[in-house]
C-alpha cells in the first residue's frame, strides 16, 4: 500500500476525532476557511524554503515544506470528500500531452 493510501486512511479515521487529541481532527473542526489557510501558509514556506536552497543548494527545507503542503491539501481533498486517487487520476491524464496544449484546454495562458 502506498504511502498516500496509508495517509488517506489515517485522514479518514481521523476526521470525526476529538479536535483535543488529532491535529487532523481540529483542522476539519475548524472548517474549510482554516484548512484554506494552512495550504496558503504552507504553499509560502514552500516558495520561500526553495528560494533559499536556489542559493544555498541545500533543498532539505524544500523537501519538508513540500511534505507539509501535501500533507495539507490531502487534509483540504478529505474535508472536500474528494480521494487522493481523484488526483492521480488527474495527472494521469495529463501524462503525455503538453502542459500548453493542457492550459490552452482549459482556456488558461501562462
Do not use: C, Q
Amino acid at each position: 500500500m502506498s504511502v498516500i493510501h496509508l495517509l488517506e486512511d489515517m485522514l479518514a479515521e481521523r476526521r470525526f476525532g476529538d479536535p483535543e487529541k488529532s491535529y487532523v481532527a481540529r483542522l476539519h473542526h475548524k472548517g474549510l476557511d482554516h484548512i484554506l489557510k494552512k495550504v496558503g501558509e504552507e504553499s509560502t514556506e514552500v516558495v520561500m524554503a526553495a528560494k533559499d536552497a536556489s542559493r544555498s543548494g541545500n533543498t532539505h527545507d524544500v523537501i519538508h515544506e513540500v511534505a507539509d503542503l501535501w500533507f495539507h491539501t490531502l487534509v483540504l481533498l478529505s474535508h472536500l470528500e474528494e480521494p487522493p486517487s481523484a488526483v492521480l487520476a488527474e495527472l494521469e491524464k495529463r501524462l503525455g500531452v503538453s502542459g500548453l496544449v493542457e492550459k490552452a484546454s482549459r482556456g488558461e495562458r501562462e
